[in-house]
Every structure is written in C-alpha cells, then in structure tokens.
C-alpha cells in the first residue's frame, strides 16, 4: 500500500451525509460454533459462572441445516452464544498469531477479582496463560470449543482509551514502520 493510498484508507468517507449518528451503542453478543453442546454448557456455566440465557433450535437458510443456539448471559445485556450444527467440526490450523488474536476479553472487576479467577480455573484444571500489558495482569485461556477467552481488569487508562497518537501509530503502521 503506498502512503497515499493509506492515507485515503484514514481520512473519513463522505459517501454518506446524515445529520443522525448511526452507530451500535453496544456488543449485544458474540458467537461462535461449539463442537460439543454438554462441554460447552458445563464449561460456561459450572467454570465461567454464567447463567444459560436461551437456547433454540431452526433450520439454516445459510447453511441448509439445522442448528442449535444456545446463549449464556454474562452480565444484563452481554451474552455469548455458540451454534451447533450437523457436520460442524474444528479445522485444524497451525500455532499462529491468528489463532491468538481471536478472543474475547471479559473484564472483571478488580485484581482482587482476577485473583480469584486464577484459582477457579486451577480449581476446574483449566489451563491458562498470565501475561503483564502495560495496564496489569490478563489471563488467556481456551474454552472446548478453541474460543480464546481474556480476563482482565479495567483501569482508568485502559477504560479512557488511548486516544492520543493512535492516529499517529496507525498511520506509521500502514506506512510500514515497525
């Protein structure tokens, strides 16, 4: 990409002109497949805690099949949700960065609370992996169906945001400057 072209990528479209922001106000859930419906429910409901918000059973226009979706609340609004389907199975993939930077951060209240998350999961032989950002400790670890899962503690600086250079850091990454 040449930089006039990341540059073009950065500056705002004006395709569309409206006075009325339109934007989601929030992630009602994420979802993902499960390969196995009762590890999967045991997992999010006897190692994570949550409480099972729903499940229902249709046929797939998109996939031709039917399926099952069953969703676990992990706070009021805030959900995940995994879909079973005939024939759905794992892919096998290599040890790559892609697999590592799929996930889903759940944060948690305090490092106190963290704390505690790391004897549960030694509790349920869970293994998980720490590693120190520049805001504190997070607890990586894989749910049965190769979801990776965050937990971690949000702080002011990590709740604000970054906001200042992150253009700057953006547009020297798609200049090519490592």
Same mark, same amino acid.
């Given at each position: 990409?040449? &930089?006039?072209?990341?540059? !073009?990528?950065?500056?705002?479209?004006?395709?569309?002109?409206? #006075?009325? @922001?339109? /934007? %989601?106000?929030?992630?009602?859930?994420?979802?993902?497949?499960?390969?196995?419906?009762?590890?999967?429910?045991?997992?999010?409901?006897?190692?994570?805690?949550?409480?099972?918000?729903?499940?229902?059973?249709?046929?797939?226009?998109?996939?031709?099949?039917?399926?099952?979706?069953?969703?676990?609340?992990?706070? &009021?609004?805030?959900?995940? !949700?995994?879909?079973?389907?005939?024939?759905?199975?794992?892919? #096998?993939? @290599?040890? /790559? %960065?892609?697999?590592?930077?799929?996930?889903?951060?759940?944060?948690?209240?305090?490092?106190?609370?963290?704390?505690?998350?790391?004897?549960?999961?030694?509790?349920?032989?869970?293994?998980?992996?720490?590693?120190?950002?520049?805001?504190?400790?997070?607890?990586?670890?894989?749910?049965?169906?190769?979801?990776?899962?965050?937990?971690?503690? !949000?702080?002011?600086?990590?709740?604000?945001?970054?906001?200042?250079?992150?253009?700057? /850091?953006?547009?020297?990454?798609?200049?090519?400057?490592?």
């Amino acid at each position: 990409m040449s &930089p006039s072209t990341s540059q !073009a990528v950065l500056e705002p479209s004006t395709a569309v002109a409206s #006075s009325a @922001p339109v /934007t %989601p106000v929030a992630i009602d859930h994420v979802a993902y497949p499960s390969y196995d419906a009762a590890l999967t429910h045991s997992f999010y409901v006897d190692v994570m805690g949550f409480r099972l918000a729903g499940a229902q059973t249709g046929m797939s226009r998109l996939w031709g099949k039917p399926y099952l979706l069953v969703s676990y609340q992990i706070a &009021p609004g805030e959900a995940v !949700a995994f879909f079973n389907c005939d024939g759905l199975a794992p892919v #096998s993939h @290599p040890d /790559t %960065p892609a697999n590592q930077i799929h996930h889903v951060a759940l944060r948690v209240r305090d490092p106190e609370a963290l704390e505690r998350w790391k004897s549960r999961l030694t509790a349920h032989d869970v293994a998980f992996v720490v590693e120190r950002h520049g805001d504190g400790e997070h607890l990586y670890l894989l749910d049965p169906n190769e979801v990776m899962l965050e937990l971690c503690v !949000a702080t002011p600086e990590s709740a604000a945001g970054q906001p200042q250079g992150a253009l700057d /850091t953006l547009q020297r990454w798609l200049d090519g400057v490592r």
